[in-house]
Structure formats: structure tokens, C-alpha cells
Nanobody, 127 residues
Framework: QVQLVESGGGKVQAGDSVRLSCVVS????????LAWFRQAPGKDREFVSA????????NYADSVKGRFIMSRDNAKKAVYLQMNILRPEDTAVYYC????????????????????WGQGTQVTVSS
């Protein structure tokens, strides 16, 4: 059974940095994608970033490009989201998700494409 466990959220000031972690357990293949989504109060869940595990290639939503960095650690089977220059509009519950893609699949960005989800971690940015 696949399990994703996020950690690292908290309350910060605008301009601060936060690093989120997501540890993966269970059956896992290098072709999979891992992603971060977020959901702000009263809004739909939205794509933030994704990484292709095999190559480390990443993709970001325009709203976080240049501020957030997603990375992975093969040995720890974990992904991270380094969030810099945080803004109040970054306030949300952040979720780690896994897409059981096969080799050759293009990276996907829709919530419905992801098969497993973590429980989420709250990030609150005050102005």
C-alpha cells in the first residue's frame, strides 16, 4: 500500500521561507511523478509543482515559478518543496500526490491524474 506523509508546514511571515517534505512508502517505480498541490480556503485544489522521479525534471505553476523549488532524494524516497519569498496568497493546505505513470508518459497537472495523496500540511503566511 502506497503512503505519502507530508511535514514541514507552519505559520510564517510574508517573505519568509518554508521547506515541505513528503516521504513515500510502498510500491514505487522510477517512472512515477510526484507532485505538490495546494488548497486555499474556499478554493479548489490547484497544481503547484511536479517532478519526474527518474530524471528529476520539474514543472511549476506560474504563480510559484522562480520562488518554489521541488527536489527529490532517491535514498530517502522523499520529495521536498522549498518555498521562498512567501506571500499571503500562498496560504493553503499543501498536499503531496503520486501519479503512477509509465515510462514515456508526459507529466500531468490535473488533480484527477494523481492516484495517491498525503494528508496535507498547513502553511499560513501572514502579511
Amino acid at each position: 500500500q502506497v503512503q505519502l506523509v507530508e511535514s514541514g508546514g507552519g505559520k510564517v511571515q510574508a517573505g519568509d521561507s518554508v521547506r515541505l517534505s513528503c516521504v513515500v512508502s510502498g510500491l514505487f517505480f522510477p517512472s512515477y511523478f510526484l507532485a505538490w498541490f495546494r488548497q486555499a480556503p474556499g478554493k479548489d485544489r490547484e497544481f503547484v509543482s511536479a517532478i519526474r522521479w527518474s530524471s528529476g525534471a520539474t514543472n511549476y505553476a506560474d504563480s510559484v515559478k522562480g520562488r518554489f523549488i521541488m527536489s527529490r532524494d532517491n535514498a530517502k524516497k522523499a520529495v521536498y518543496l522549498q518555498m521562498n519569498i512567501l506571500r499571503p496568497e500562498d496560504t493553503a493546505v499543501y498536499y503531496c500526490a503520486m501519479d503512477r505513470a509509465v515510462s514515456g508518459d508526459n507529466m500531468r497537472f490535473r488533480e484527477s491524474d494523481y492516484d495517491f495523496w498525503g494528508q496535507g500540511t498547513q502553511v499560513t503566511v501572514s502579511s
